[in-house]
Nanobody
Framework: QVQLGESGGGLVQAGGSLRLSCVVS????????MGWFRQAPGKEREFVSG????????YYTDSVKGRFTISRDNAKNTVYLQMNSLKPEDTAVYYC???????????????WGQGTQVTVSS
């Protein structure tokens, strides 16, 4: 059974930083494309960032480019999302997910974590 577990969320002031982690078990992590998504209250879940299997290719939605950095450690079965210069509009539940495909599309992801809350105060 594949399980994903996020951690690292919390409450931070605007301009602050957080680092999210997601540990994957039950699947060959190094063969999975990993993505981070977020869902704010009343909004649809959206793609935030993705990283290729070897970590050499990364993707970001425009609103986080230059502020967020995705990385992975295949030896630890863990993907990270370093979030700097946080803004109130970054407030959301953040989810990690894994896919067999390099994709920004939600349907391409077959396993999801339970989510971690990020709240940015102004």
């Amino acid at each position: 059974q594949v399980q994903l577990g996020e951690s690292g969320g919390g409450l931070v002031q605007a301009g602050g930083s957080l680092r999210l982690s997601c540990v994957v078990s039950g699947r060959t992590f190094s063969s999975s494309f990993m993505g981070w998504f977020r869902q704010a209250p009343g909004k649809e879940r959206e793609f935030v960032s993705g990283i290729s299997r070897g970590g050499s290719i990364t993707y970001y939605t425009d609103s986080v480019k230059g502020r967020f950095t995705i990385s992975r450690d295949n030896a630890k079965n863990t993907v990270y999302l370093q979030m700097n210069s946080l803004k109130p509009e970054d407030t959301a539940v953040y989810y990690c997910a894994c896919s067999q495909y390099n994709s920004r599309s939600l349907p391409a992801y077959d396993y999801w974590g339970q989510g971690t809350q990020v709240t940015v105060s102004s």
